[in-house]
């Protein structure tokens, strides 16, 4: 049964994860989108009905058209890409809300699609008819998607998008939204936080916007509130090795808006969930009261994110929910974090169980590109990679370091690093690589120990 259980856990995570992977690449556009909203809707800063005539547009095509050919390209390429969005284009087509959930679907399909006929097709090509297959193929599988969805596609995602929609606005007028934490907060320690996000809040949201000018949804996932209250438990209340690296986890998750800092600080002391779906929950429950909402979805959810995509005159609102959800996380976590400081005292070792690991780095021999892997290759792993590189710098070594997606790993990585909870992921997409697990991108001690262990195999 507990088998079962983990096997259903990692299978959902897997999922989420795709789902991120497509959004997260394209979250420049999302901003982009976020701050010409802002400016320029009648109820914006600088209202002018001109410029503002690209929020329309970008919502209902760009994104999701960004979202379709991210998808088909994780899948198999830019060829992938492109079939994914011609796919997508086909669900677009006479929705009058964002296809999102329409583009994650599609896209993938377009990409798999072509991958199978490219696959079962391309051994049998003729020399010199290999532009021409290549071309007509992906346009007619393409077009034949694209002809799929906007007969059949695009009513069942306009339904579905509809009944979450009407569902969650029953919730808020009944004014039950915030019991919708018992299911986001632990959704995000499970690394699901982008696929709640951008998946599920986003097209809500987004559509919401376009009638009200702002809406809540996007501050239900996004708010650092929660974690915080969490990482000053662990500030005040810790000691040894835990209390010392949770000032940086602080400033990564509050300013840098990364929230996968704090999900190992909850993941070895479980009884913490209660702390953030109190701190989650408490916190919807201020922004609802005093009509809270942002205009587009704030990412990373750090608090300049947040401050950038309120409304006018909705910053006192958005700031109280975050003061109330920390203070409230702070307050249940308190505590579960005093009894599991009396119990372990080293609970240092907790964190940093994947110090163990690093003795593999033995005889590690000449080490040429190291990758660092995260779920989408923009956040903790860019965070790790700067950190490493500095590292490697200081002791005189020219090692490329780079960071990437754990499902998009170049063939020829010979050292990969991964969060713990991505490493089997990891494994699969680099199965000739060393792989180093750790559970702290900013201060891991395992640095250190492979900065040593590469100095040496330079040296031999």
């Known amino acids: 049964m507990e088998a079962t259980a983990m096997g259903t856990r990692a299978r959902i995570q897997r999922v989420g994860r795709f789902l991120s992977g497509m959004v997260m690449p394209n979250i420049g556009a999302f901003i982009a989108w976020g701050l010409i909203t802002a400016m320029f809707i009648p109820t914006g800063w600088i209202p002018n009905e001109?410029?503002?005539?690209l929020v329309g547009p970008m919502i209902l095509f760009l994104l999701p058209l960004l979202i379709g050919f991210t998808g088909g390209r994780i899948v198999w390429n830019i060829r992938g890409g492109v079939v994914g969005a011609v796919?997508?284009?086909?669900?677009?087509?006479?929705?009058?809300i964002p296809m999102f959930l329409g583009a994650m679907l599609m896209g993938p399909l377009g990409g798999l699609a072509i991958k199978k006929f490219d696959e079962a097709v391309e051994p049998h090509i003729p020399v010199g008819f290999e532009m021409l297959v290549n071309n007509f193929s992906a346009g007619i599988i393409g077009g034949l998607l694209a002809l799929l969805s906007l007969v059949f596609i695009n009513?069942?995602?306009?339904?579905?998008?509809?009944?979450?929609?009407?569902?969650?606005?029953?919730i808020v007028n009944l004014g039950l939204l915030p019991l919708a934490s018992i299911f986001i907060e632990p959704g995000k320690i499970?690394?699901?936080?982008?696929?709640?996000?951008?998946?599920?809040?986003?097209?809500?949201?987004?559509?919401q916007v376009q009638n009200l000018g702002q809406s809540i949804y996007f501050l239900l996932e996004t708010n650092p509130g929660p974690g915080l209250g969490i990482l000053l438990a662990y500030l005040v209340f810790s000691k040894g090795t835990v209390k010392d690296s949770t000032p940086g986890s602080i400033i990564i998750h509050f300013f840098g808006g990364i929230h996968e800092i704090y999900f190992p600080y909850v993941l070895m002391n479980p009884a913490l969930i209660l702390a953030v779906i109190a701190g989650g929950a408490s916190g919807v429950a201020v922004f609802g009261i005093l009509g809270a909402g942002a205009v587009a979805t704030p990412s990373p959810g750090s608090i300049f994110a947040l401050m950038a995509v309120a409304p006018r005159g909705g910053h006192l609102a958005i700031l109280a929910g975050l003061v109330v959800s920390t203070a409230i996380s702070f307050v249940v976590a308190m505590?579960?974090?005093?009894?599991?400081?009396r119990r372990q005292m080293n609970a240092g070792d907790t964190l940093e169980k994947a110090r163990e690991q690093v003795k593999a780095i033995k005889q590690i021999g000449k080490i040429d590109k190291i990758v660092f892997a995260c779920d989408a290759g923009m956040g903790s792993s860019a965070m790790g990679a700067n950190r490493l590189k500095k590292?490697?710098?200081?002791?005189?070594?020219?090692?490329?370091?780079?960071?990437?997606?754990?499902?998009?790993?170049?063939?020829?990585?010979?050292?990969?690093?991964?969060?713990?909870?991505?490493?089997?992921?990891?494994?699969?997409?680099?199965?000739?690589?060393?792989?180093?697990?750790?559970?702290?991108?900013v201060n891991a001690p395992e640095y250190d120990e492979i900065v040593a262990e590469l100095a040496n195999g330079k040296k031999s």
């Open 50 to 53: 001109r410029l503002s005539s």
């Open 391 to 441: 590292k490697l710098k200081a002791a005189g070594l020219e090692i490329a370091v780079q960071h990437t997606s754990v499902d998009e790993i170049p063939g020829d990585t010979q050292l990969v690093i991964s969060h713990a909870n991505l490493t089997e992921r990891a494994r699969a997409a680099a199965p000739h690589a060393r792989h180093f697990s750790i559970t702290n991108f």
């Open 190 to 207: 499970l690394f699901l936080n982008n696929a709640i996000n951008h998946g599920i809040l986003g097209p809500l949201g987004a559509s």
């Open 87 to 96: 796919a997508t284009m086909g669900v677009i087509v006479g929705a009058d």
């Open 155 to 170: 009513p069942v995602v306009t339904g579905i998008t509809t009944a979450l929609q009407v569902g969650v606005e029953g």
């Open 335 to 341: 505590p579960f974090v005093r009894s599991f400081t």
